[in-house]
């Protein structure tokens, strides 16, 4: 599956939620996942997975819930440099959250799988994290 952000009302990640809308609970089972979030020019950064902002600026505060099983991979392509891979964007002068950080949300988890890393829209790895069956991530 393929998920791409959209800047055409309220800009937001890929698979997820915009402004201070919420989406509930997000579950990739056994998938293959290319998600890309949008980038505002290290202004305002969406995350691949997560939750978005609207035009106005608002953004949301609570992450969805997101379970990711049962062997699947998931390529992250965060907006920009600081939002988060999975979890929070980023807005320049604003405390969002975002760690450059994978945060499936609270009661969230990824288990048996691995999430791949991105920067931007590109094909340039950051980081690999695989998780085991019990949710402990290991960076590769």
Known sequence: MI???SQMIATSPGIGSTST???????????TVHAYGEGGGNVIEYPAIGTGIANSG???TTLPTV????N????AHRGGNSADYIGYPFVLDSSTGAASAINPGAG??????TVYCYTGSGNTVDKTVIYDASGEGKEQ
């Open 3 to 5: 998920a791409k952000a």
């Open 21 to 31: 809308n919420r989406c509930g609970q997000i579950t990739i089972d056994n998938a």
């Open 58 to 60: 608002s953004y949301g």
């Open 67 to 70: 379970l990711i099983r049962n």
């Open 72 to 75: 699947s991979e998931i390529h």
């Open 108 to 113: 969230g988890s990824i288990t048996g799988s």
